[in-house]
């Protein structure tokens, strides 16, 4: 016996409409944030005004100011969604597993690695072919077995992030090793790990930092100094700050991979405490998991506040789109520390019920106002997949969605679709009427939305 899982609804086909010009015919400044183990009942707009434990106010604003996409789907964990976002691929034809970065075959020299294959074309690539400036921050976890498979060999000018599929939050070790890096224009990773330099791709002074002064202080609270999450916001912090806003030639494409809200649990002392009702409340609260996630999801939350500010300082704000998605649903499977809560949706990350693969998303920024007032606070329901978003930027870019180079190697093309048309009201409905999630589970839409399982 198999299963299939039909999650959702009919068909539509719409015709590619005439892209509309941004702002006075200048290119957006592009920012996404993909948040990683992000449960749907997390995320304030899907709870009513008010609730006490969850805490979005700047996300929240965001949707209020935006459109939220109500039928948003993304793989049912990390590297699949994440090598999907980075190269327009549905999973299907990118990756579909969670292999250790590192790993490799070396018979197969373009697919034997972990996450994308080598020859596929990074987004970042294509943005920097339309003139932008291109910067990753956060968790990765889209292969790192080859220079190629890097941030950096994907067209990314800087990165600041980690490889693996997570690390420790005070020490940045995994599995033994130290995983964090810092990838500039410079970066040439020549050389063995002893004659590395800051430049040369690996973090030193920014990693391993839970020692010294902080030593013994760190577990599952500890000083926001030496919060890796911290980091990341400093980070992308002087990456808008540092921008010239008055160059409209190279507006910025920032991809901010949070490595909120994934394990293990960590937070800072001051956030964690703001929720200590949560380990008090009468429900009862299992090793303070329920207030330490919902703390990390309220911390994630400041550093989008402080991302919207610094933008709004800088002069950037009238002229950037938002889009925020995240990697997979929240787990809340049996073993799980985390205690994410999709309610109503069905199922948690690892599965491909509602509540694995059907994740918070919506889009905003200053000139969403511009270009489609009528949109704002609007919902969305038409279906829309992470990897969508490679062929949206390209047609923001200027820039054609096909990959050469991926088609010199036989590899499969960009499933992704233009949804900025959509988005816009330009058409009515989304380009995307269907997602083909794994083997055994199949996404269908109309505008109703409603949900039927069929067991074969």
């Given at each position: 016996?198999?299963?299939?899982?039909?999650?959702?609804?009919?068909?539509?086909?719409v015709t590619t409409a005439r892209l509309l010009t941004p702002a006075a015919g200048t290119k957006p400044h592009i920012v996404m944030h993909l948040?990683?183990?992000?449960?749907?009942?997390?995320?304030?707009?899907?709870?009513?005004?008010?609730?006490?434990?969850?805490?979005?106010?700047?996300?929240?604003?965001?949707?209020?100011?935006?459109?939220?996409?109500?039928?948003?789907?993304?793989?049912?964990?990390?590297?699949?969604?994440?090598?999907?976002?980075?190269?327009?691929?549905?999973?299907?034809?990118?990756?579909?597993?969670?292999?250790?970065?590192?790993?490799?075959?070396?018979?197969?020299?373009?697919?034997?690695?972990?996450?994308?294959?080598?020859?596929?074309?990074?987004?970042?690539?294509?943005?920097?072919?339309?003139?932008?400036?291109?910067?990753?921050?956060?968790?990765?976890?889209?292969?790192?077995?080859?220079?190629?498979?890097?941030?950096?060999?994907?067209?990314?000018?800087?990165?600041?992030?980690?490889?693996?599929?997570?690390?420790?939050?005070?020490?940045?070790?995994?599995?033994?090793?130290?995983?964090?890096?810092?990838?500039?224009?410079?970066?040439?990773?020549?050389?063995?790990?002893?004659?590395?330099?800051?430049?040369?791709?690996?973090?030193?002074?920014?990693?391993?930092?839970?020692?010294?002064?902080?030593?013994?202080?760190?577990?599952?609270?500890?000083?926001?100094?030496?919060?890796?999450?911290?980091?990341?916001?400093?980070?992308?912090?002087?990456?808008?700050?540092?921008?010239?806003?008055?160059?409209?030639?190279?507006?910025?494409?920032?991809?901010?991979?949070?490595?909120?809200?994934?394990?293990?649990?960590?937070?800072?002392?001051?956030?964690?405490?703001?929720?200590?009702?949560?380990?008090?409340?009468?429900?009862?609260?299992?090793?303070?998991?329920?207030?330490?996630?919902?703390?990390?999801?309220?911390?994630?939350?400041?550093?989008?506040?402080?991302?919207?500010?610094?933008?709004?300082?800088?002069?950037?704000?009238?002229?950037?789109?938002?889009?925020?998605?995240?990697?997979?649903?929240?787990?809340?499977?049996?073993?799980?520390?985390?205690?994410?809560?999709?309610?109503?949706?069905?199922?948690?990350?690892?599965?491909?019920?509602?509540?694995?693969?059907?994740?918070?998303?919506?889009?905003?920024?200053?000139?969403?106002?511009?270009?489609?007032?009528?949109?704002?606070?609007?919902?969305?329901?038409?279906?829309?997949?992470?990897?969508?978003?490679?062929?949206?930027?390209?047609?923001?870019?200027?820039?054609?969605?096909?990959?050469?180079?991926?088609?010199?190697?036989?590899?499969?093309?960009?499933?992704?679709?233009?949804?900025?048309?959509?988005?816009?009201?330009?058409?009515?409905?989304?380009?995307?009427?269907?997602?083909?999630?794994?083997?055994?589970?199949?996404?269908?839409?109309?505008?109703?939305?409603?949900?039927?399982?069929?067991?074969?």
């Amino acid at each position: 016996t198999s299963m299939i899982a039909v999650l959702g609804v009919a068909c539509v086909s719409v015709t590619t409409a005439r892209l509309l010009t941004p702002a006075a015919g200048t290119k957006p400044h592009i920012v996404m944030h993909l948040a990683d183990d992000f449960g749907w009942a997390n995320a304030g707009w899907h709870r009513q005004d008010g609730y006490a434990e969850v805490r979005t106010p700047r996300m929240n604003q965001l949707v209020k100011d935006g459109i939220e996409l109500d039928q948003a789907y993304s793989f049912k964990f990390c590297s699949p969604t994440r090598s999907s976002l980075q190269s327009g691929r549905l999973p299907v034809h990118v990756n579909m597993v969670n292999l250790a970065p590192d790993v490799w075959n070396p018979d197969d020299p373009v697919s034997g690695f972990a996450a994308i294959p080598r020859n596929m074309t990074g987004i970042a690539t294509k943005m920097k072919e339309g003139g932008y400036a291109t910067h990753q921050v956060g968790k990765w976890d889209a292969g790192m077995a080859t220079v190629d498979h890097t941030p950096h060999g994907r067209g990314y000018d800087t990165s600041f992030g980690y490889f693996h599929h997570d690390n420790d939050y005070w020490t940045e070790g995994i599995s033994g090793f130290v995983d964090l890096y810092n990838e500039t224009e410079t970066t040439t990773w020549a050389g063995p790990a002893p004659m590395f330099k800051p430049t040369d791709g690996a973090a030193y002074g920014l990693n391993g930092s839970c020692t010294g002064e902080w030593a013994g202080q760190c577990g599952m609270t500890g000083p926001e100094e030496v919060y890796e999450e911290y980091k990341f916001k400093v980070r992308v912090l002087d990456i808008i700050n540092g921008h010239d806003a008055t160059n409209p030639d190279r507006p910025l494409f920032l991809c901010y991979t949070s490595h909120i809200v994934h394990e293990p649990l960590e937070v800072p002392n001051a956030t964690f405490h703001q929720f200590d009702f949560i380990g008090t409340s009468a429900v009862g609260d299992y090793e303070h998991h329920r207030q330490t996630y919902q703390a990390m999801v309220n911390y994630m939350d400041g550093v989008v506040g402080d991302m919207v500010d610094a933008l709004q300082a800088n002069g950037m704000w009238e002229n950037t789109l938002w889009f925020h998605q995240s990697d997979n649903g929240g787990p809340s499977f049996t073993g799980s520390s985390h205690t994410a809560n999709n309610y109503p949706l069905k199922g948690s990350k690892m599965t491909d019920w509602q509540g694995g693969i059907r994740v918070n998303a919506f889009v905003s920024g200053g000139l969403l106002k511009t270009l489609a007032p009528q949109r704002i606070g609007t919902k969305l329901e038409g279906i829309t997949h992470v990897c969508d978003w490679y062929a949206t930027w390209c047609a923001l870019a200027g820039v054609s969605v096909e990959d050469e180079r991926g088609k010199a190697a036989g590899l499969p093309p960009v499933d992704g679709v233009n949804l900025y048309p959509y988005l816009i009201g330009q058409v009515d409905e989304s380009p995307r009427t269907e997602v083909f999630c794994e083997p055994g589970c199949a996404c269908h839409g109309d505008q109703r939305h409603q949900m039927e399982v069929v067991w074969e």
